[in-house]
T-cell receptor, first 113, second 116 residues
Framework: GENVEQHPSTLSVQEGDSAVIKCTYS??????FPWYKQELGKRPQLIID?????GEKKDQRIAVTLNKTAKHFSLHITETQPEDSAVYFC????????????FGSGTRLSIRP | EAGVVQSPRYKIIEKKQPVAFWCNPI?????LYWYRQNLGQGPELLIR????????DSQLPKDRFSAERLKGVDSTLKIQPAELGDSAVYLC??????????????FGPGTRLTVL
């Protein structure tokens, strides 16, 4: 079946450095790619998303890039802060359906002080 | 505005017992989702409702799981009987009219189920 692969599973960076999380998807019809942040014991929350007609999107310290040809997309966090520590999930729509998304397995990001 | 509400937050039961989870979506959200999240994994869709209709239940283990969304608002997910492998966090999410593309899904806090 269709899936989304996410790497790395854990990532530790020094405070102030950048963090990059990468995902690949298998369904060439996928057209929407949200990223969710889940702090320990809390609900997943959308932090940024990108549509297939856009190659890059930025929101303050967070940016996402999409390469449709290679079917991969990445999350970039710059100037990391302690509050960025969480599990991050990438996701992709199944086909062009806006309502069904498949999640990656998550990346546990730790920011070292 | 209140977010997605779920109850209970935690549930511990013995195997073979029944269990039910309740979800109240954000007011006005037509689409409701139930996900299961195993430890260290991303959420996996169990069932999706558009109003009161289950439009995608392909991943729901129908031999023991059932769900309903009467009147297209609140929803209940039931497991009967529960097995050890059902231990997980059960997340409910909701989003606006599916006719609107790229709807953000808003998640509830989840119910952490432990089956002993």
């Amino acid at each position: 079946g269709e899936n989304v692969e996410q790497h790395p599973s854990t990532l530790s960076v020094q405070e102030g450095d950048s963090a990059v999380i990468k995902c690949t998807y298998s369904d060439s019809a996928s057209n929407y790619f949200p990223w969710y942040k889940q702090e320990l014991g809390k609900r997943p929350q959308l932090i940024i998303d990108i549509r297939s007609n856009v190659g890059e999107k930025k929101d303050q310290r967070i940016a996402v890039t999409l390469n449709k040809t290679a079917k991969h997309f990445s999350l970039h966090i710059t100037e990391t802060q302690p509050e960025d520590s969480a599990v991050y999930f990438c996701a992709a729509t199944l086909g062009s359906s806006a309502s069904k998304i498949i999640f990656g397995s998550g990346t546990r990001l730790s920011i070292r002080p | 505005e209140a977010g997605v509400v779920q109850s209970p937050r935690y549930k511990i039961i013995e195997k073979k017992q029944p269990v039910a989870f309740w979800c109240n979506p954000i007011s006005g959200h037509n689409t409701l989702y139930w996900y299961r999240q195993n430890l260290g994994q991303g959420p996996e869709l169990l069932i999706r409702y558009e109003n009161e209709e289950a439009v995608d239940d392909s991943q729901l283990p129908k031999d023991r799981f059932s769900a309903e969304r009467l009147k297209g608002v609140d929803s209940t997910l039931k497991i009967q009987p529960a097995e050890l492998g059902d231990s997980a966090v059960y997340l409910c999410a909701s989003s606006l009219d599916p006719a609107v593309a790229y709807n953000e899904q808003f998640f509830g806090p989840g119910t952490r189920l432990t089956v002993l």
